[in-house]
């Protein structure tokens, strides 16, 4: 699902304040990145089992190659300024 407008702010607050920025993509070397969205992951060990472990992950894509930068939001949400 797309990021709320408040969650795309405080990705983005985390983002630099890590020094990050979206640059060009590594792959086709342009700039071009979708909007952020959430997915869940299913941890592969987990995954034939009746309790899937699940974590959640900021993805963002470049449109134009598919290339996709992913993160973990336990990390963001451990990380985040009180
Ligand atoms: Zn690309």
């Given at each position: 699902m797309k990021l709320s407008a408040e969650q795309a702010r405080t990705f983005r607050t985390w983002l630099t304040s890590r020094g990050g920025v979206l640059l060009?993509?590594?792959?086709?070397?342009?700039r071009d990145w979708l909007a952020p969205e959430i997915v869940s992951v299913v941890r592969s060990d987990h995954?034939?089992?009746?309790t899937h472990s699940t974590y959640d992950e900021i993805i963002v894509t470049c449109a134009l190659c598919g290339y996709t930068h992913h993160f973990n939001m336990e990390v963001i949400n451990k990380g985040k300024k009180p």
């Open positions: 060009d993509c590594p792959i086709c070397r342009r995954a034939s089992s009746d």
